[in-house]
């Protein structure tokens, strides 16, 4: 099983401020097969990236990814309000598909 | 416009049982895999199971042997039947849909709202 590790675990920003955060698997995952999705409390997870970089449908392009084989990183290059919430990532071309267990991006 | 929804979740006792459905609509279900994804209360994303266009059928270790996931395509549904259930199974459960169509893989980019599956007594 590929575990995937985030961090930090939670990240306290300002708006206007830029978030990274970091994703590291146990084992190199394809960057075709890593994803980052955002949740708000209440809400289901919405899919940001896919393929470690790509942007899915109606993502404002202040979120970038980047990375290979272990290490990948969601970038927020400016916060705005809308954009506090929990990250995860996630691989899905090994079985089983894992998650990370998420960064909280807070208001500071 | 793709929804998902979900239904079926409540109290149940340690050991009962539960079938939760996936109603969705707004693309050709029958073309998509579809997942359920659970979320216990205060946590992380656990993936549960995922079934393929082909009928074929992936389950986490916790849910082998006690979970079954199918769908009905003339109905748009997805199903998981959960057998055997413990406290430990206590989460929302979401279906979710793949990013592309056919086979390989693929992240999810439609979820529905979750339904809430409480195990106690």
């Known amino acids: 099983e590929i575990v995937l590790t985030q961090s930090p675990g939670t990240l306290s920003l300002s708006p206007g401020e830029r978030a990274t955060l970091s994703c590291r698997a146990s084992q190199s995952v394809s960057s075709s097969y890593l994803a980052w999705y955002q949740q708000k409390p209440g809400q289901a997870p919405r899919l940001l990236i896919y393929g470690a970089s790509s942007r899915a449908t109606g993502i404002p392009d202040r979120f970038s990814g980047s990375g290979s084989g272990t290490d990948f990183t969601l970038t927020i290059s400016r916060l705005e309000p809308e954009d506090f919430a929990v990250y995860y990532c996630q691989q899905f071309g090994s079985s089983p598909l894992t998650f990370g267990g998420g960064t909280k991006v807070e208001m500071k | 416009e793709v929804q998902l929804l979900e239904s079926g979740g409540g109290l149940v006792q340690p050991g009962g049982s539960l079938r939760l459905s996936c109603v969705a609509s707004g693309f050709t279900f029958s073309s998509y895999a579809m997942r359920w994804v659970r979320q216990a209360p205060g946590k992380g994303l656990e993936w549960v199971s995922t079934?393929?266009?082909?009928?074929?059928?992936y389950y986490a270790d916790s849910a082998k042997g006690r979970f079954t996931i199918s769908r009905d395509n003339s109905k748009n549904t997805l199903y998981l039947q959960m057998n055997s259930l413990r406290g430990e199974d206590t989460a929302v459960y979401y279906c979710?849909?793949?990013?592309?169509?056919?086979?390989?893989?693929?992240?999810?980019?439609?979820w529905g709202q979750g339904t809430l599956v409480t195990v106690s007594s």
């Open positions: 979710a849909k793949h990013q592309s169509s056919g086979s390989g893989y693929s992240p999810s980019d439609y």
């Open positions: 079934l393929s266009v082909s009928g074929a059928t």
